[in-house]
């Protein structure tokens, strides 16, 4: 519980935009999320994913177009 609340504040705290959400329950201790985010640039984008790495609640992030 609260797992996509943290991952939401990590990217409000970095100025980032979120402008879509897709969740999938993989199994009943995993969800996949993906997250379009409206960023400044690849530094940007890079700083976010940095932080989301670093959530106990994240186990993979990853850049999905580019």
Known sequence: PGSLA???????ENDGN???V???????ES?????DLEVWDLK????IIS????KSVVSRVHRANG
């Open 51 to 54: 932080q989301l790495k670093a």
């Open 31 to 35: 969800t996949e999320v993906t997250i």
């Open 18 to 20: 979120i402008d879509n």
């Open 6 to 12: 943290q991952v939401a504040q990590v990217i409000a």
């Open 22 to 28: 897709k969740m999938s329950r993989k199994s009943p």
């Open 44 to 47: 940007h984008l890079n700083a």
